[in-house]
């Protein structure tokens, strides 16, 4: 094993996430790609790329999604452990399968959410529709219970 992908979305238990393909990877002597989809750039009417202060607005977010990228990436780097980060646009799940077999991933650790009922149904989960598609093995590492 080669190469773990590790999807973010920078919510409250994606460290969790990480730590846990970390301990993975050390010992097999993998390397670690975190990879961030982004939220596709709005659609405007017409040709246009929309009002200046959407773009600035947008463009700082993507700086600090960048930056919490790429802190993640050291952070694991700091245990001696090969790390990458990227960030990448598109529809989420087809953007990380994408990226799975550009990378020549082995491994994708992700977390859920847990999230049931009318979001689930309306909305899907990312690491569900990722485990029904991928052509490798994919561990759902649950968040810890916050109570």
Do not use: C
């Amino acid at each position: 094993m080669k190469n773990i992908l590790v999807p973010t979305d920078f919510s409250d238990a994606a460290h969790h996430v990480v730590q846990v393909a970390t301990t993975l990877a050390g010992p097999l002597g993998a390397k670690i790609w975190i990879v961030h989809v982004a939220a596709p750039d709005p659609d405007f009417v017409g040709f246009d790329a929309g009002p200046q202060y959407v773009r600035e607005q947008r463009a700082d977010v993507l700086r600090k999604e960048h930056l919490d990228l790429q802190n993640m990436a050291k952070g694991i780097r700091d245990q001696s452990i090969e790390a990458e980060a990227l960030l990448v646009q598109g529809p989420t799940s087809e953007t990380l399968l994408d990226e799975v077999e550009r990378l020549k991933i082995d491994l994708i650790v992700m977390g859920s959410h847990g999230r049931s009922g009318l979001f689930k149904a309306l909305l899907g989960s990312v690491s569900e529709q990722v485990l029904g598609a991928s052509k490798i093995p994919v561990l759902i590492v649950p968040f810890p219970d916050r109570h």
